[in-house]
């Protein structure tokens, strides 16, 4: 059996959440490389494949957006629970920008000081939705692209290209962080795999007047409606 280690699956040490805000603060990115450092000293000459950060996307709309997994943070009228503390509207484009960062940083330090002598892979995680138009008309068709930019290319793109999808920067605005020349291309080609998690489909339908909402999250930015199927 060879192992294939995850560095973090949704469990930031609330140490950390409790110092600076955690995801939501770029002293994380310092923090994150120093733990990995400390992982691939210990444990490389037994791995050879390392994933950063399991189901990002995930992490971030259910942490920030929603308040369902920790840190549970959301904002009204967003939110599964009675949110307390965060902002849906930012934390989430936030937490993933510093995320990606932070996997940078840990992907740097692993090909410069490790890679070489290891001879291991650093990569990335993601739930994709095998996702396809509800109607053949053109404008569900153009929303089943802008969900697989909002879902994958979110993450992707940066890692693929350095900056975030176009249909993202449109939609969000001034609320997505972003990539400096240095970072963007730091982030750039940071991954040597990118791992998909896949478990529903899901039907697309156009839904643009969400984008006419005045306070918006994540889920009215990619203005669709999603039907999920097993």
Not at 66 to 77: A, D, E
Not at 206 to 214: A, T, V, Y
Request: hydrophobic share 35%.
């Amino acid at each position: 059996i060879e192992p294939h280690v995850t560095l973090h699956h949704f469990d930031l040490p609330q140490a950390l959440e409790d110092e600076y805000g955690g995801w939501t603060s770029r002293k994380i990115k310092r923090d994150f490389a120093a733990y990995a450092d400390v992982c691939f000293r210990e444990f490389g000459n037994r791995v050879r494949h390392w994933t950063t950060f399991n189901e990002a996307n995930i992490f971030v709309l259910m942490g920030y957006d929603y308040g369902f997994l920790p840190p549970q943070r959301c904002s009204p009228p967003f939110g599964v629970f009675n949110c307390q503390r965060g902002n849906s509207s930012t934390e989430p484009y936030l937490a993933a920008h510093n995320i990606l960062l932070a996997h940078a940083s840990a992907s740097r330090l692993y090909r410069t000081k490790y890679q070489n002598t290891q001879k291991g892979y650093i990569g990335f995680n993601l739930l994709a939705f095998y996702f396809t138009p509800l109607t053949n008309t053109t404008e569900d068709i153009v929303a089943t692209q802008r969900a697989n930019d909002f879902y994958l290319g979110w993450f992707a793109d940066p890692l693929m290209y350095g900056d975030y999808p176009e249909i993202m920067k449109k939609n969000v605005g001034s609320r997505l962080p972003s990539f400096n020349r240095i970072e963007s291309r730091l982030v750039k080609g940071s991954t040597d795999f990118l791992a998909v998690n896949f478990y529903f489909a899901a039907k697309v339908k156009d839904s643009p007047w969400s984008l006419d909402i005045q306070l918006r999250d994540y889920n009215a930015d990619i203005a669709v409606k999603l039907d999920c199927m097993p």
